[in-house]
């Protein structure tokens, strides 16, 4: 389900968020990540069952919606990097951002 999250946020952010300003969306989409690593409470007490939600389908659709939230929050500091760097070294620096972001991934788990 990450996988479908990712792709579905690279997907809106190529279609909607492209044009605007890096800042605005770092923002926003951080904050809504902060929002959102609270849904566990919802689970935690049971709330999602009481309003009709089984607990899977919740897991599920959480991850899913935390997943593109982090994408379309990631894309853009990727975006700048690329622009930062010099000509004809986009790909080297995509290659060492997503590994140091994937290492990452990895120690916290």
């Known amino acids: 389900m990450y996988a479908v999250g990712s ?4 997907l809106i952010y190529n279609r909607f968020y492209k044009k605007l300003e890096f ?4 923002a926003v989409t951080t904050l ?5 690593g ?22 599920v659709g959480d991850s899913v919606i935390i997943q593109l939230i ?6 853009p500091l990727l975006v700048l ?3 930062m760097c010099p000509k ?10 997503m590994s140091s972001y994937n290492f990452g991934g ?4």
Request: aromatic residues 6%; positive net charge.
């Open 70 to 75: 982090a994408e379309i929050n990631s894309i």
């Open 38 to 59: 609270y849904t566990q409470l919802i689970l935690v007490t049971r709330a999602n069952v009481n309003i009709g939600i089984p607990d899977r389908l919740f897991c």
């Open 7 to 10: 792709i579905v946020g690279l």
């Open 81 to 83: 990097a690329c622009r």
């Open 88 to 97: 004809n070294i986009e790909g080297t620096m995509y290659a060492v951002i």
């Open 106 to 109: 990895m120690i916290s788990n």
């Open 23 to 26: 800042k605005k969306i770092f």
């Open 32 to 36: 809504l990540s902060v929002a959102l």
